[in-house]
Every structure is written in C-alpha cells, then in structure tokens.
C-alpha cells in the first residue's frame, strides 16, 4: 500500500544548457497538503510540466498512484486524477466558459450525455463563482476570473491529486480566503493537493509540509514554522 | 549511365557551387521562420518575384544584374517592411498566426505567382550578362561563372547578414527578439520595429537570390514551388535560427540534389530536399547547429 | 371543459425532432430531393448545368473534408490535389486490373487516401503545425512525381479512361456522376456536422485553442489529430474517385492541379470555417463566380481572382461568412 499518491525521483531537464532542474526528489502523500514555493524563474512550473506530462525530464521518475508515469502522455495522467492550473491562464478562447468546464469533463472523467456535462459544468461553476459567466468567451473574463475558470476547469476532472499553480495571484484579501476555503473542503473529501504560491500567509495557513526550490534545486522540506526559518530561505527571499 | 570519378566529382563541385546559391535563398527563411517565428511560405514567390525584376531591368532600362540588385534590394527592403507591418496588424495582433496567417501566405505565394503569368505569360524569360556564359576550369573540373558568381554573392550576402546581426545594435535586437520578445520590451527595445527591420532585410535577400537565380536560369512563374521545399528544408537541417547552419544545410542540400540528378535523372531532385526535410525531422528535429 | 385546455387536443410542437437533430436531417433531406431532382429532370436540362453543378459539388467536398481539419483542429493541408489525386488514380489503376463498379472505386479511393491522411499525420502531427502542412506539400509533390513516371497510368502523357453503359435509372453516365456527386457531398457535409458537434469536435476545438491545456483537461490530442487527418484524405480521395470517368481524359497536371489545392483552401475560409455550412457557401459562392469568370474571361484571372478573395477575406473578414453571420444576429462587428 502506497502512502504516496505523486513521487518525483532524480527529476532533471536541462533547456538549451540551461539547468532548469537537478536531481530533485519530491512526494505528495494521499490527502496531503503541500506547498511549493520558490522565487521566480526557480523552477516550480518546469517541475509541475514534468509531473504533469508536458514534458519529458532528461532524467528521473514520476509516480502516480503507484504506478510508474515518467512516459505516459498527459491526457491518460489527467484521466487517472491528475490535475493542475496554469500560472498564466490558457483557457480556450474559442469556446463559452461553461464550455471549457466541459472540455475535462467528456474528457477526463468520461461524461457521455450532453445533460450530465451541463449539469456538472454548472455545478463547478458555482463552486469556483461563475456562475453567471457561464456563457461568456473568456476573453471577456477579468484577470481574476480566468484564474477561477482555470481551477473550475482543473477540479471538472475530478482528481485525486490538483496541482494549483499561482491560484490566487491577483486576489482579494476575501476571495483569498474563498479559495483557502475551498481548497480545504476538497482536502478534505479527499484530494491531494499541491499548492504553488508567492501569498506567504495563504502558504503557511494551508500547507501541511513545504518544499522549497530555489535555482532548480530543492533546498528544504518539511514543516512550515521550520522551513521558513532557515537561512537558505530567508536569503532566496531576500528583496523579494 | 557509367561512373567516373570525373563525373562524380564533377558533381560535388556543381553541388557545393549550386549550395551557395541556395544559401542566398534560404538566408530570408532562417530569419524570419527560424528566428522571428513567421511562417512565410510566400518567401519563395518574393525569389520569383525578383528574378522578374532581374528580368524587367534587363529588358526595359539594360540593367546589368548587379545594376538590378543595387536597385531593386532596398526597394525589396522597404516593401519587407510594409508587408510585415500589415500582418502585424492583422494577423499578429489578433492572434490569428496559426491558420489564417499561414493560409495569408500561402494565399499571397499564389497572387504572386498567378499575377507573373499573367503579367509575363508561362514562357521562360532570361537575361543575357556577357560575363556569365564563361567558364574556368580547375584541373579536371570546370565551373561556369553562371554559377560561381551567384555562389559568391551568396556568400557575401551571408557574411554580410551574419556581421550585421552580430556586430549592430539593431542587429542583435533582432536576435533578441529570436530569443525572447517580452524580454526585449523590458530592455527598452522595440520588438515589433526589429522585426519589421528583419522581414525587410529578408525581403531585400529574396529580390537579390532571384537576380542570381535568373543569371543561373531561364525562369517562369511555377520555379517558386521548387524552393518552398528547399528553403524549409535548409532552414530546418540548418537549426532554424542559425546563419552557419543555413550555409552548411544549403551545400549538404546542393551536394545532394546534384548527385541525385547526375546518376538518377532530373525528375526526382524536387523530392530530395523534402525527402532531406523528413529525414531531420524524423531523426534530429534540431538541425545540425539547433539545441 | 374546452379543447384549449384538455391536454389531448393541445395542438402539438414538433418534439418528432429534438433541435439538436434538426440540422442534420435538413442536410440529408436536401441532399435528397437534389437527388431526386437530378434524375427526374434529366436531359430536360442543359447539359452545361450538370457539368457546373459536378464541379462545385466536387469542392463542397473538397472544401469540407479540408474543414475538417483545417477549421476544426488548426491543421492547414497544401496537399489537398495529392489526396484527389490519390482518388483519382485508384479509379485508374482499379479500372485497368478489374473493371468494378465505381462505387467499390470509391470506397478504395477512401482507404488509399485516408491511410495516406494516417501516415502523413503520424509522421508529422507531434511537431509544429507548419511540419505537418510542409508535409502535405511534400507529398503531393512526390506523389506527383511518382505518377508522371508511372507508365501504367499513362505517365506524364495521361490516360483515357472510357465511360460505361448504362440504362435505366439515369439518362447519361453524366447523370450518374452527378447524383453520385449529391450523395458524397450531402455524406460530406453529413460527417462535417456530425463531428462538430460530437466529441471528436470538442475535442479538435480545444486542441485548436491550446493544446498543452487540452491535454491536461483529458483529451488524447494526438489521436484526435489523426482521426480527423484520416477522415478529411479519405473524402478527397472519394472526390476524387469518380474524376476520370467525368473528364475522359486524365494526365497528372489536371490531377495534381493547383486550382484544387487553392479552392479547397479558399472556399472554407471564405465560408467560415467554424461551421459544417462554411465550406458548403464558400463552394457554391466561389464555385459559381468561377464558373461564370473561367468561361468569360480566363482561367488564370479565375485562379487570380481566388487568390486575392482569399487574401481579402483573411484580411477584412477571417471569420468568413459565417463570421460575418453570427456578428449580424449578435449585432457587433464581424471580426
């Protein structure tokens, strides 16, 4: 029995001589809380590219589930519950918002009848408050909603691991709160998630454990109250 | 037909000649595909384009070729410029690039040609210059000026292009802009004025490869087809972005496409530059100096 | 108790047919009484007309088969005269062995040209989309070359190819071709609509936008991608199947020929290529004016003038006509 749901060993990838990760370990245990913090430019979405299957690490293994993905395509990991959201939106510009909810839900959960996909899209919707967007382009969409419409689309797939990457730049002490909201209630039916953030309070209120890369190496991991106050972290943060 | 080594080298030696002048058509891809992300399938038809200059100076005002590069390039310049700016506007900015920009110029590649049939007619023209019909020999090789004058021009041009991208401040904007657009705004740089400098510098190499191509060749309208495979393909074995490896794509490609036609018969060199392209792509998308 | 409101005598909607149905049926019923039409009138009509109404259907075609993977899923084909032509020289090849009913013609046409839209996708789909339309390019132009050195089907000097006898139903072979034409097309434009709608759709129109977020939300792009390569060579193949017993005479120029990469390109970006009913305008639009302009004036300035129509529209109105449309019921600019 694995208590792992997501183990990245010995993850490196190189881009045109430039090491963008060296040799980084890394779990998700199941129903955990992790978050991932990092400066800019450090690393953190090459890492979820790789676990997520956009891209190939030179070297390293990913686990989900047990089971060995380090070369099964992206599509095939999002149907077995991995799920994640874009640092910078990448919504599909030619289709309404309820629209791209449904996208993950014919496809990654495998809803056949056009009733069930609308019924569920409007339900997540409501969940990440879309509601009223529904049947919007999203290039109508504010900042803020487009990160909304990115975690709407990633939880339609209905994971068991959510990658939130910068799910909360840009908003509001309250909506926030909304999220962290949110993000703990789906921990706490079940889903492992990982959290990518530079909203220091929201990290340290949410995260069971965090993991710190800093110029595509790991540099600490584990409680939050202690990680932060170790000096290699304190000086990756410094300026910032 | 029989093998000899005179033949066979011979060949090598047209090849490489042939691979100079093919650089010269290929150095406006290698900009703007591999370095500026435009997919200007019509590049071929501003070649054509100029060898109809070439033509027109020719037999309207005497031009000599070199007098018709000297006057038609910065007119190819400037319209390089316009054109880029009106796709910009229209199809960069809308973020249309994808299918509308291609079938833009594809649809442009086919105006062109279209309007140099009925503009010339489908008969082939040519230009007569007194110094291209003579030959020098090395040994037991021989090589016509038709083909060693565009070989070295094409040279030039190459070195020309190469010193101004890497020793101008303009010129390594552009290569910045190769690398990271938004990163160039950030310096304080124009990207989108750097661009539309390149596509003129691109434009202003294609007017001057179809000068050289109609000093080689009688041409008509439909030879603009042949080099869409041949410019991609150079493009592409070169490492998309990389003057060195245009040169080294154009003379491997030269080499290739002589051989072919020497020992297997001219009918299937329109099928050794894609087949090289497929090859690389198959085996090391990268090119030779890609990363 | 009055009628109005005793249930069984309410005056009942049309729920025969769920609005989602609606469309499809209209498209087969159409193609239907065209159908019909075609054989009941006959050599009443001139035989000019049949001979127009061949060649537009043939690019209704053409021009959806294109859609299909060129609107839908963002793939531009160079090479739509390769996989006509494919259909083209299956018929040839087939009618020189066996003798068979055009219609097993056409099915052979379909598989050759379909698992030439395969092998071209496989090879090329996981790069960038400019590789695989280079491919296309390619291979007309090896097939191309390929042909012309073929002596069995005539080479560069071409073949003729005689038409059967009928009797019966139709009154000429050219009535034949000309229903057969309204069956393909109406099948066409069939499959068009039923893909948009189904997840295959779906599936190409999130790809189109952004292929990386498609993945992630599920969707096996690169399958996706090869269903609609396959789908789309297949019916130019078949359209191109039933070409050498409509011209008598083929050589590879006129199969090969530019015009019908250029209109199948053209005519659904004209049209619009967001909907099944795009490239159908954007073929009985073009398809017309180039009846009227081949006859009246050349068939250069004919191909001149798709050019520039194409340049225009992807200029002022890249959403085509149904762009154009849409924006009119929504009441906003067409762009």
Known sequence: MDVNILAAKGISKRFDGFAALSDVDFVLHKRERVGLIGPNGSGKSTLVNCLTGIITPDDGTVAFNGNDVTATPAWIRAKRGLARTYQIPRPFTGMSVQQNIEVPLRFAVGHTSARAVSDAAQAILDQVGLADKAGLSPRRLTQVELRKLELGRAL????KVLIADEVMAGLSDSEIDEILALLTRLNAEGISILLIEHIMRAVMMFSQRIIVIVAGQKIADGLPDEVMKRDEVERAYLGE | MSFSWDLLVNAVVTGVVLGGFYAATAIGVTIEFGMLDIVNIAHPAFIIGGAYLGYLGWSAF?????????VFAPLGWLFGRAFYRGYHVFFERRGDEALQGLAFFFGILFVIEIGLVLTFGVDYRSIVAPYVSKTFGIGPISISWRLML?????????????LFLSRTFVGRTILAVAQDAEAVRLIGADPIRAKEIAFGIATASAIVAGILLIIIQPVEPSIGREYIGRVFAICVVGGMASIPGALVASLILGVAETLTTTFFGPSWSPAVSFGLLLVTLALRPAGIFGR | MSAQADPAHRPRKSTLLPPRLRPGVAIAVTGVIFAAAAILLGSRVSAYYYLAAYTILQFVVLGTAWNILGGYGGYVNFGTAGFFAAGCY??????????LPLLIDMLAAAAIAGLMGLATGYLTLRLRGIFFSIATLALAIVLQTVIVNWGFVGGARGVYVVRPQISGLFDSYAHLLVTLMIGLATCAVLAAWAVERSWIGIGLAAIRDDETAAETSGVPSLRLKLIATTMSGALMGMAGAPFPYYVSYVDPATAFSLAITVNSIAMPLIGGTAAWWGPLAGAIMLGSVQQVLTVTISSA??????GMLLVLFL???????VGIARAWKRGRAWT
């Open chain 2, 62 to 70: 005497d031009f000599d070729p070199f007098v018709s590069m000297a």
């Open chain 3, 315 to 321: 200029t002022a109105a890249p959403r085509g006509v």
């Open chain 3, 90 to 99: 299956t018929t040839i090849v087939l009618n020189k062995l066996f003798q």
């Open chain 2, 150 to 162: 565009p070989f070295l021009v094409g040279l030039g041009m190459l070195a020309g292009i190469q």
């Open chain 3, 301 to 306: 300035a004919n191909l001149f003038f798709v």
């Open chain 1, 156 to 159: 339609a797939a209905q994971p």
